[in-house]
């Protein structure tokens, strides 16, 4: 069974960093896309960030040059490097990956339980 589990989140002041983490296992036979996404209070779950397998970044307008993504292919592991963050920025943020099974033709998509990132002004 596939689980993604993600670590990393927190409490920050406004201006600090954090950095998530999300580690994908369970009969994995291949990764496509992986990304983060995020969901403040009372509103709809957005997009923050995706990385393909070859390194191929698109970010959120809200965060270019502030957040990146990077993956490590060799530990099935996408990460969210967050620099000045912003009041703005506190959500629960959900990493999601496109895994192939070893016993699927496809891929599908799979979510994290989610991580709650709180910044304070």
């Known amino acids: 069974q596939v689980q993604l589990v993600e670590s990393g989140g927190g409490l920050v002041q406004a201006g600090g960093s954090l950095r998530l983490s999300c580690a994908a296992s369970?009969?994995?036979?291949?990764?496509?896309?992986m990304g983060w996404f995020r969901q403040a209070p009372g509103k709809q779950r957005e997009l923050v960030a995706t990385i393909t397998t070859s390194g191929s970044t698109n970010y959120a307008d809200s965060v270019k040059g502030r957040f990146t993504i990077s993956r490590d292919n060799a530990k099935n592991t996408v990460y969210l490097q967050m620099n000045s963050l912003k009041p703005e920025d506190t959500a629960v943020y959900y990493c999601n990956a496109n895994i192939r099974r070893y016993t699927a033709l496809r891929g599908s998509d799979y979510w994290g339980q989610g991580t709650q990132v709180t910044v304070s002004s």
């Open positions: 369970g009969g994995i036979f291949s990764i496509n896309a």
